[in-house]
């Protein structure tokens, strides 16, 4: 059974996951699509409420997505390479911004040491890459125990809130 | 000077153990080498021609003479007992191991130095002014920004992974010593006309192989909007700046292909999300941080030193270097004295161990223990008293660091090149020298006046060539090593980028070649001009025509 890490655990991923999508294609019960072949079936919603998912490239825009965001399952975002960030940023507006509240899984190029960052800006499910041991990159969630600037996990910076 | 709080040195010590454990996998296998490398990197570690090369932040060019002395104990115990300093105010180890690098980082550590954000696709060490503080022209005070933003982008979640490194400089100067237009993003510090303190913000130069002016994209920035604005800008950049060719990756090309009326569009939009969110500076902490920064405790001294006087009537050499490597201060009785690191023959900005000492003791002696780094590769000693000037040059003679070439033709600025980079076409340290010693009269030099010469072995312009009065570029031909040379460049208020003088030559002639520029432009000048106004009345042809038939 393929895992995920979820709120910092290592579980089974209940989802199917879909390159492509073509209206009537036949989905498992939670599937992850591509964003754009979502946007063109949104009436796929009412025939999965609540356990279907999109996921989305780093140079896709996460704007066009606000209509529909309480409604998906979940959101996936891709890291074609790890040294591609914009998934950062996108990550950032959909939580901050556009305020969704359900999952948001890093899939692709996914590794330990990426971990602390992805988390801090919303990212709370991150599917490894299939040859890396999810339990020791486990560790990589609490490198550091503070951080100066604020983002998703911390919304206030160090200086709003410091002791001294 | 910036002291560490608890939550630096947690950050700091926690980013050691994180660094040791992941070299520590690196070296079991678990990372391959390309998921290592930009982690290395956002450590300072490259690996270079002969060994690793650790680059150390000096954040916006300060540090302590209790730091000096840990970087020279770090290069005798770690490496071969000299450092490099840089034209972004850091220090280089040429020959670290690469299993002992977190063990330099511990040492580090333990004296307020880390190696954080000095390589790699992220935000890097904000440089600014050399004579931050203390510059007679000082306008503001850049440094508390510039740790403002160094915190801010220490770790910076969403900024770690951006198309390509990232570069910010501040000045508050009404003199430009920041190269602010050749950044990635260059920040004047202004007052308005109701006393407010805010920023003049450029974005998309730099240097490398397209160099690029900055462009204007808001003239005047309030000051508690500083970090809102920034990862406004970052975060059109982070998404829309190209990812598909490492050379067209700087934000310069971001904002050359929109236009910049269209970046700014795109930034202020992103900003109207984040402006007076919770990033917003307090007024609480800029003045924490400001604290860091208030004056030594300067003496009520006469403006004038009479001993001083004296001196400078006795002794010649005192006197040309007084002329030289002496500044005004913005207190009365006070200098501010620059340590040159250009001796001939001393690879532009090296420093051996036994000289960071020796600076670390003058700064003790006579400038409250504090050094900076400028990014013309010297060291300076701000708050000298006038009184001390000829004792302390006394002393700084014996290290050889009292050469009166400061803002002379062979105060270089010049890159590592073939010697030590990887990437090189060609040295650059010969032709650095070379050129000192043909122009090793003193008064002939003086004479020549302000002139700066700058060096880089390839087009990644680490040596600043572009923005030399004269820029020299080694190239490859054919498998052996030339060079180009460009004139008018300039890092200053009038920045400009150089042109090219003509086809390239051969090491062994540059010094004839640089003879020929300094001679057309002695005999083209005015009484008041210095060798860039020249160039500029008369242009490039008069300098060509005389090259190529005397070199050819
Ligand atoms: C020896 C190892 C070094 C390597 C491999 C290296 C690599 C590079 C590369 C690839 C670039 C071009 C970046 C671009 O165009 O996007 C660059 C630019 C630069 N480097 Fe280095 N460098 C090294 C050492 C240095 C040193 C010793 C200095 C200071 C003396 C320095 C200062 C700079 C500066 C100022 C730039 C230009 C910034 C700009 O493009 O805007 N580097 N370096
Ligand atoms: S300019 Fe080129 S040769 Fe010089 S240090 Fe930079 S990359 Fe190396």
């Not at chain 2, 982008?153 to 009404?174: V, W």
């Not at chain 2, 700066?452 to 052996?480: F, P, Q, R, T």
Request: proline share 5%; net charge negative.
């Amino acid at each position: 059974m393929p895992v995920i890490i979820k709120n910092q655990t290592v579980i089974s991923d209940t989802y199917t996951f879909y390159a492509t999508y073509t209206e009537g294609d036949v989905l498992a019960k939670h599937s992850i699509i591509p964003v754009d072949d979502f946007l063109a079936n949104p009436s796929l919603l009412e025939q999965h409420p609540g356990t279907i998912g999109v996921w989305l490239d780093s140079h896709h825009e996460p704007e066009a997505l606000s209509p529909y965001l309480h409604q998906l399952a979940v959101i996936a975002v891709n890291f074609p390479s790890f040294t591609d960030g914009r998934g950062y940023s996108i990550a950032r507006i959909i939580r901050e911004r556009l305020g969704y509240q359900g999952e948001l899984r890093a899939i692709g190029e996914v590794l330990h040491d990426q971990l602390f960052y992805l988390k801090r800006c919303g990212f709370d499910a991150f599917k490894l890459q299939a040859e890396k041991d999810p339990e020791e990159a486990l560790r990589g969630f609490n490198d550091f125990s503070v951080s100066y600037q604020a983002a998703t996990d911390h919304p206030q910076p160090l200086f709003r809130h410091r002791l001294h | 000077m910036y002291k560490y709080d608890a939550y630096d040195k947690t950050i700091v010590a926690e980013r050691v153990a994180q660094f040791r454990d992941q070299t520590q996998r690196y070296l079991e296998g678990k990372l391959t080498d390309a998921e290592f490398l930009p982690l290395r990197l956002q450590n300072g570690l490259y690996v270079q021609r002969f060994a690793p090369m650790l680059r150390v932040a000096i954040p916006y060019g300060m540090v302590s003479a209790t730091q000096i002395r840990k970087l020279a104990e770090i290069s005798r115990r770690y490496d071969k007992g000299y450092v490099h300093f840089s034209t972004r105010q850091n220090v280089q180890y040429n020959w670290p191991k690469l299993e002992r690098v977190p063990d330099i980082l511990a040492e580090l550590a333990t004296d307020e130095m880390h190696a954080i954000q000095t390589s790699g696709n992220c935000i890097r060490n904000t440089t600014t002014d050399q004579f931050a503080g203390v510059a007679a022209d000082e306008l503001v005070d850049p440094r508390p920004y510039c740790e403002i933003i160094r915190q801010w982008s220490t770790f910076h979640p969403e900024f770690a992974y951006l198309p390509r490194k990232f570069k910010i400089a501040i000045n508050g100067a009404k003199q430009d010593r920041a190269a602010v237009q050749v950044h990635d993003i260059g920040l004047h510090v202004e007052q308005n006309s109701h006393g407010e303190l805010g920023f003049r913000v450029l974005v998309g130069g730099g240097l490398g192989r397209t160099p690029m002016i900055g462009t204007e994209i808001c003239s005047f920035l309030p000051e508690q909007h500083l970090l809102t604005y920034l990862e406004a800008i970052l975060r059109v950049y982070n998404r829309y700046g190209r990812r598909d060719n490492k050379y067209k990756a700087r934000i310069k090309i971001l904002v050359k292909a929109l236009g910049a009326e269209a970046f700014r569009a795109k930034v202020d939009a992103e900003w109207q999300h984040l402006k007076d969110g919770p990033q917003t500076l307090t007024e609480a902490e800029i003045k924490r941080i400001s604290q860091h920064f208030s004056s030594p405790d300067y003496i009520d001294l006469p403006a004038k030193s009479a001993l001083l006087q004296q001196h400078l009537q006795q002794d010649p050499n005192f006197r040309h270097w007084y002329q030289r490597n002496v500044t005004g201060h913005k207190v009365p009785g006070y200098a501010i004295v620059t340590l040159s690191l250009k001796a001939t023959a001393q690879a532009p900005g090296d420093a051996t161990d036994k000289q960071l000492e020796a600076a670390a003791d003058l700064a003790e002696q006579y400038s409250f223990g504090e050094i900076r780094v400028s990014h013309q590769q010297n060291l300076v000693l701000a708050d000298v008293q006038q009184d001390h000037l000829y004792t302390l040059w006394q002393e700084a003679l014996k290290f050889g660091f009292a050469t009166p070439n400061i803002g002379l033709l062979t105060d270089v600025i010049c890159c590592p090149g073939g010697d030590f980079c990887a990437l090189a076409n060609a040295k650059s340290l010969p032709i650095a020298e070379a050129i000192q010693r043909r122009f090793d009269d003193l008064d002939y030099l003086h004479d020549i006046g302000n002139l700066d010469l700058n060096i880089s072995g390839c087009m990644n312009a680490c040596g600043h060539h572009h923005v030399g009065h004269i820029g020299i570029l080694g190239v490859d031909k054919k498998g052996e090593e030339f060079y180009q040379v460009q004139l008018g460049g300039s890092a200053y208020n009038d920045a400009s980028l150089g042109k090219i003088l003509g086809p390239s030559f051969a090491r062994d002639v540059m010094p004839d070649v640089i003879t020929s520029i300094i001679d057309v432009y002695l005999k083209h000048r005015t009484p008041e001009e210095l060798f860039i106004d020249t160039y500029r009345r008369i242009g490039i042809q008069p300098f060509k025509d005389r090259v190529y038939a005397s070199n050819n």
